[in-house]
């Protein structure tokens, strides 16, 4: 199985090209004829978008993550979005799974 990336940076897609991740860069109103190529490929077991991506398409992302076992869909921060990042780990299960610790 495969990775794929599809974000809306080119530093992250050029990062994770050279970790040999492929993916495309979309902008928002691209990103659903993109996700849908992307799921529809069944080589591909996970699944990287953009967070800012996943946000304004969250009940597309959610679909799938709810109603299919592959790909995996988790988001890849970009370097802007990781420095600014202040998640716990506590507080990214809680979004991950929905519930409260």
Known sequence: MKAYVICDNLDTLTGLRLVGIEGEIVKPAEFEPAFKKAIAN?????????????????????????????????SVLGANEYQNATNTIAETIQHAIGIQL
């Open 42 to 74: 069944k080589d591909i077991g996970i699944l990287y978008i953009s967070p800012s991506l996943i946000e304004s398409n969250q009940d597309l992302v959610n679909d799938v993550r709810f109603n299919q076992a592959t790909p995996l869909i988790t």
